[in-house]
């Protein structure tokens, strides 16, 4: 829904603290504290995560890197206003070239651990092995440890076996999780170990890995078209005895590869997601030149004696919220002083016919008409050209997405199935155009999906701040936003009765005295009455243009929505049933804010609109 509530990079955005004071709540996997010497940008990043094989042929090494180093530098180049960030597990082999091109070309490093470090290691044959991850660790932006997959425990993946393999299984699933592109260095081969890069891509493809993923758990993104399956594909061998490639794939081979169903592999980026890109580089550039004006008047979602009671990660979230928020406000105030003056300018249009038919023919009223009418087709072009009611919807839609993504970070709220995540569960069987809003999302929460924070304070946090009361949180906004749009309903409703009792006083006299009525009364008589038609007809097609009765409707329903959950967390004692109901509640605003976007997407107004409200 539309909030008047009101910035961020990646990975992560950077929360800057005073000197010598440390993270809130820092979280025990975090072995690399962020690196923040490139100071803050409004730049929203722009992830490849890696997925390839240890046993790359040697031989194959130096065309592997150019390939590897043409592709980063291509990415970088054609979208220069994103911040461009490899996400790499250092395994030996594929992870580890891609890291070393990342760093020479001075790309951000990003290091998820399978599992913790001591353990990982000893997947590394050779002393050299080691000395190579332990060096790229230096030098990534940050290093992380995730915590152990379901069912495990340390005792259990000490050993290679089944446990072992799941958390490889489990990063795999996270790398594509959080990430914009997959890179795959890959025979092409199905393969069928847990883990192994054929079930990583397959993953990223299918949203299943046979072994990980839960099969009785259907997801919509099983069946809709999702703007997370582009895999940027390098063909190599494995120097093993069956190594060579998929028949039909060369070594240094590379390709764009999707799920689509005509041409699964492409030379070019798909159209479908060079749209999605094309959005989400707007948003960033957007961001970078308001991103003075952002930084002074946003309106975070905590304060600044709030911090302490939060977990790390939650600012990266805050912090694009935050511009989302601001840029919403932006793009909506034009929108809307675009609305009230091309229905002024419809209204003065209608007025001059009026005039002219009614009380003098005179050609000045058809100038006047003339001229209103190029000045808000003008402007009318002014706003489509540059996106104001677009980029209001989508910025709108991304912030009450990430407010959502927020609270529920704080309070600890998870998915039942271990591969999906918040920005998993917004706008997947809606416009497949909107998938950008997903793509921003799903490297907000990076941090806050490593280990979920569960906490006593989180919870209070966010039930005192999301839900609040009848004059506070969502549950006063909705309350106040409701009690307006009435007031604004029955201006128009009155103004209705009004415009229609005068053309009916005006029709009485014409009939009761129109006989005797002096000729000179009449034309200003229509003028009266047409005139206030008009205005209700202007107040009508304003009403219409910015869904007044339907947002009363989906206001109260947000309201008795926040109202319920208020009373049901009220009556609970049980952190675990308190979570279930902040995730339902989380899951019914998300629902709400898509149907507001499309709702709001065709009640913008365009020339034929101002022809009909003037006619």
Not at 183 to 202: C, F, H, M, N, S
Not at 445 to 466: I, N, P, Q, Y
Request: with cysteine.
């Amino acid at each position: 829904m539309a909030n008047q509530s009101r910035g961020p990079q990646g990975p992560f955005f950077w929360f800057n603290l005073p000197a010598g004071q440390t993270y809130p709540n820092q979280s025990p996997s975090l072995i690399k504290p962020l690196n923040n010497s490139h100071g803050y940008s409004f730049a929203i990043p722009l992830v490849v995560a890696v997925t390839g094989h240890r046993d790359l042929l040697a031989s194959e090494l130096p065309g592997l890197r150019q390939r590897v180093q043409d592709f980063l530098s291509g990415l970088a180049e054609r979208f220069p206003d994103r911040r461009l960030t490899v996400m790499s597990s250092l395994a030996e082999g594929a992870d580890q070239l891609v890291a070393e091109v990342a760093l020479e070309l001075g790309i951000d490093l990003q290091v998820p651990l399978p599992m913790p470090k001591d353990l990982y290691l000893q997947d590394f044959e050779t002393i050299e092995a080691r000395a190579r991850f332990e060096s790229l660790c230096e030098r990534a932006l940050e290093v992380f440890e995730l915590p152990l997959a379901k069912g495990n425990t340390v005792e259990k993946i000490s050993q290679p076996g089944p446990a072992r393999s799941r958390e490889y299984a489990q990063v795999g699933v996270f790398l594509c999780a959080h990430c914009h592109i997959l890179l795959a260095l890959w025979d092409g081969k199905p393969g069928t170990e847990l883990g192994g890069t054929g079930q990583v891509v397959k993953f990223h493809h299918d949203d299943i890995m046979p072994g990980y993923t839960t099969r009785s758990v259907a997801t919509q993104q099983m069946l809709v078209d999702d703007e997370s399956d582009l895999v940027y594909h390098i063909v190599c061998s494995r120097d093993r005895p069956d190594g060579a490639p998929r028949e039909g794939l060369k070594p240094l081979d590379w390709c764009w590869f999707t799920q689509d169903r005509e041409n699964p592999r492409n030379l070019e980026i798909p159209d479908q997601h060079k749209l999605i890109f094309a959005r989400s580089d707007e948003f960033s550039r957007d961001a970078m030149q308001h991103a003075k004006e952002i930084d002074a008047e946003k309106y975070p979602l905590y304060s600044e004696e709030q911090v302490a009671r939060l977990p790390r990660g939650v600012d990266d979230i805050n912090r694009l919220f935050c511009t989302a928020d601001w840029l919403a406000i932006h793009f909506q105030k034009k929108i809307m002083l675009t609305l009230r003056v091309t229905h002024l300018l419809a209204f003065l249009m209608g007025l001059m016919f009026i005039l002219y038919m009614d009380l003098q023919t005179w050609s000045y009223f058809m100038f006047a008409f003339l001229l209103f009418f190029v000045v808000s087709a003008a402007v009318q072009s002014t706003a489509r050209r540059r996106g104001w009611h677009r980029k209001y919807l989508d910025y709108r839609t991304l912030a009450e997405g990430l407010r959502v993504q927020f609270y529920w970070a704080v309070a600890g709220v998870g998915n039942d199935n271990e591969s999906k995540f918040t920005h998993d569960n917004f706008l997947q069987t809606q416009d497949p155009e909107l998938g950008w809003i997903r793509n921003v999302m799903r490297v907000a929460g990076t941090e806050c999906d490593v280990a979920r924070s569960k906490t006593a304070a989180g919870l209070d946090f966010v039930m005192h701040e999301w839900i609040g009361d009848e004059n506070s949180g969502q549950l006063g906004y909705f309350g106040k936003k409701a009690r307006e749009r009435i007031r604004k309903n029955r201006f128009t409703e009155r103004l209705g009765q009004l415009s229609l009792l005068s053309s009916v006083a005006v029709v009485l006299l014409f009939v009761t005295v129109g006989s005797r009525m002096p000729d000179a009364w009449t034309p200003p008589l229509m003028v009266f009455m047409g005139t206030m038609l008009l205005l209700f007809g202007i107040r009508q097609g304003y009403a219409y243009a910015t869904a007044e009765k339907e947002l009363i409707k989906q206001y109260e329903f947000m309201f008795r929505l926040f109202q319920n959950a208020r009373r049901r967390l009220d009556n609970s004692d049980d952190p675990a049933e308190q979570r279930l109901i902040l995730r339902a509640l989380g899951g019914s605003a998300l629902d709400e804010h898509a149907e507001w976007i499309l709702m709001h997407r065709d009640r913008t107004v365009d020339k034929g609109e101002i022809w009909r409200m003037s006619n």
